[in-house]
């Protein structure tokens, strides 16, 4: 079994070592929209997978952000917020 692991390794080496470079435009487009996708998730995860608030309900923010409030960027601190994830994907309830 060891045997017939090696010559694949060294192959799977090898192509790891002629790949090519990926290019600048490629790059910038992932990560123009790969970031995005990311931090959309990051904010998903701490809004309601940590504090378990299921999906497809609305929740009334009953507290005005002040100074010390960071969980995302709010336009104005004045005004009480609405918030849900809704699950819009096949076989979501």
Do not use: C
């Not at 999906?55 to 995302?72: G, M």
């Amino acid at each position: 079994m060891k045997i017939t692991w090696l010559p694949l390794a060294a192959l799977a080496l090898s192509q790891v070592a002629f790949a090519k470079p990926i290019p600048d435009k490629l790059a910038q487009d992932a990560y123009i929209y790969g970031y995005s996708i990311d931090e959309a998730y990051k904010f998903f995860y701490e809004t309601a997978v940590e504090t378990d608030t299921p999906l497809n309900r609305f929740q009334n923010i009953r507290h005005i952000a002040d100074d010390s409030y960071a969980a995302h960027v709010t336009i104005n601190n004045d005004t009480l917020h609405l918030m849900g994830w809704l699950g819009v994907g096949l076989g979501a309830q």
